[in-house]
């Protein structure tokens, strides 16, 4: 079984920063593990955020973080990273990191990850 865990997440003003941190208890460098980030907002379904193919090479955005957030690995620590700048009090959510190793899968989507994380708070003020 797959562990993940998310780290990093707090209070934040807008127009500030955070770097959120996912690590997993699997090789990720030595498969096709990509890396992805969803959130969760009070009262709505969990949205994709970010995504990140297991060679780096494939990167994905929600629309609404496209320009503020970016998403990054380190393998040899089986490692990712979201980090996220010009928050907006609209980004307070759940951040949930999920990994998996299938391919051809839309990587925008939950049902692509069977590995999640237990999610970290973030909170930004106005």
């Known amino acids: 079984q797959v562990q993940v865990a998310e780290f990093g997440g707090g209070l934040v003003q807008a127009g500030g920063s955070l770097r959120l941190s996912c690590v997993a208890s699997?090789?990720?460098?030595?498969?096709?593990?990509?890396m992805a980030w969803f959130r969760q907002a009070p009262g709505k379904e969990r949205e994709f955020v970010a995504s990140?193919?297991?060679?780096?090479?494939?990167?994905e955005y929600a629309d609404s973080v496209k320009g503020r957030f970016t998403i990054s690995r380190e393998n040899a620590k089986n490692t990712a990273y979201l980090q996220m700048n010009s928050l907006k009090p609209q980004d307070t959510a759940i951040y949930y990191c999920?990994?998996?190793?299938?391919?051809?899968?839309?990587?925008?989507?939950?049902?692509?990850?069977?590995?999640w994380g237990q999610g970290t708070q973030v909170t930004v003020s106005s």
């Open positions: 999920a990994t998996d190793p299938r391919i051809y899968v839309d990587r925008t989507q939950t049902s692509s990850y069977d590995y």
């Open positions: 699997v090789d990720v460098g030595s498969s096709t593990y990509a």
């Open positions: 990140i193919s297991w060679n780096a090479l494939s990167l």
